[in-house]
């Protein structure tokens, strides 16, 4: 199982964001970004001008998460803005299939993320159209949540449904991140950790980030062994 660690900048300072996309380039593999529309999610973020901007001014391949409603209609305009990564949601999704196949299309990876209180089971058929399965380990909307503990065996299950799959597709967990919940996540299956305050709340972001792949890997080292 290959870490990966995905700096949310919804901890950083939207003020300096190409600044906060440097601190992290030399140890992250990814940098997430969390568009937000005010409806599907209470908060507003950042939108399609600032993703084409970050593309330009960063060198770290962009995973967005759309947290927004009719993801079908805006959802390839990431991808064609150059976003390596479009995650929609499943409560959301009208055309799913469709949509994961344009976002594919695009360029980009492709992702289905699930609020808390949404079962991934119904959506296994889905597993063939995309590449990565984003769970949400908080409420979405706003960052700094505490990690929901119970969501935990929704992370196994997920890891059991796609090794049963078979395929390269990611398992990434959002919400909560920290040094204290990585290692549980890792040992769960997930492979790929949105950590925002974690990071952008440390001294030193890069620093934090290489502490948060170390807990990670040995986790996931002894669930393996």
Request: some cysteine; charged content about 20%.
């Amino acid at each position: 199982m290959t870490i990966q660690i995905a700096p949310s900048l919804l901890a950083a300072d939207f003020g300096r964001l190409a600044d906060e996309a440097y601190a992290v380039a030399d140890a992250a593999d990814w940098l997430h970004v969390d568009v937000m529309d005010g409806h599907f999610v209470p908060n507003l973020t950042i939108g399609l001008p600032v993703v084409e901007a970050l593309v330009r001014h960063t060198r770290l391949p962009l995973d967005c998460h759309l947290m927004i409603e009719n993801p079908d209609r805006w959802a390839v305009g990431y991808a064609e803005a150059g976003a390596r990564s479009v995650t929609i949601h499943a409560e959301v999704a009208g055309a799913p299939i469709r949509t994961l196949r344009e976002i594919r299309k695009a360029g980009a990876r492709a992702g289905l993320a699930f609020n808390p209180a949404t079962a991934v089971q119904p959506y296994a058929d889905l597993l063939a159209e995309i590449d990565m399965v984003l769970l949400m380990t908080i409420e979405p909307g706003f960052g700094g949540q505490e990690f929901i503990d119970s969501l935990l065996p929704k992370i196994r299950q997920t890891r059991e449904l796609i090794s049963a799959h078979g395929g390269e597709i990611w398992l990434q967990v959002d919400g909560g991140v920290t040094e204290e919940t990585i290692g549980l996540c890792a040992e769960a299956g997930a492979d790929m950790f949105v950590a925002g305050t974690a990071v952008y709340g440390a001294e030193d972001p890069a620093e934090a980030v290489s502490a948060l792949r170390g807990l990670a890997a040995a986790s996931a080292a002894s669930a393996d062994s």
